[in-house]
């Protein structure tokens, strides 16, 4: 079972990105080119949403805008250009892997994630971006050695994980619910639960 996606935090903003960079009033910026075609991933967002951007110029229109709307790596969605999503996360990750080799994206913390120790285990949940402007809470249990659980959804982010998950698993996830509310780690958002941003 894969484990939660850390996100990437581009770090080097004095790239050689010509007028693509006077062009996109963001303070960090990574130009790449791939297959002969120049690409610039780009901070976006606020402080409060960091999001990452994937964008394509052809002269001065932009073709191509995906969005990283969490920083875990993943496009989340195609705002501007009629690439299929797979295909520029694809390109974006090719990217992100360029930008690692030459020292210029770092991991960082899971930015919206919080975990629970009950004895020897320990209980995770994480908020993820699900297209448009939603997002789902993915939930697992580490055991004794650190061996990850079966991975859970709730895409509702309602509280109730996605069917069929067993009785122990949903007792558990409400269990690190009520305690990131106590802690103020989990917040309401009308009627949703989201991790809020800070780890922990």
């Known amino acids: 079972m894969d484990t939660p996606a850390l996100p990437l935090a581009l770090v080097l903003a004095t790239l050689s990105v ?11 910026s990574f130009a790449f080119d791939l297959d002969g075609t ?43 250009g009629s690439v299929p999503l797979a295909v520029a996360d694809a ?12 020292g210029a994206a770092r991991a960082r913390d899971l930015a919206r994630s919080f975990e629970l120790a009950e004895g020897s285990t320990r209980l995770v949940v994480w908020s993820v971006a699900e ?12 055991g004794l050695r650190g061996q990850p659980g079966p991975e859970y959804t709730d895409s509702d982010a309602d509280g109730r994980l996605d069917s069929p998950a067993p009785s122990d698993a949903q007792s558990a ?3 690190i619910v009520a305690a990131g509310l106590r ?18």
């Open 38 to 80: 120049p690409y610039v991933i780009i901070s976006a967002g606020t402080a409060a949403e960091p999001a990452n951007d994937l964008v394509r110029h052809d002269g001065p229109r932009v073709v191509l805008r995906g969005r990283d709307r969490d920083q875990d790596g993943v496009l989340d969605t195609v705002l501007v």
């Open 91 to 102: 390109v974006y990750r090719r990217g992100i892997e360029i930008a690692q080799a030459r």
């Open 173 to 175: 996830y409400e269990r």
């Open 18 to 28: 010509g007028c693509v960079s006077a062009a996109l009033p963001h303070s960090t």
């Open 131 to 142: 297209g448009g402007s939603g997002w789902a809470n993915r939930f697992v249990r580490y």
């Open 183 to 200: 802690a103020d780690r989990l917040e309401r958002v009308g009627a949703r639960l989201r991790v809020r941003l800070g780890g922990g």
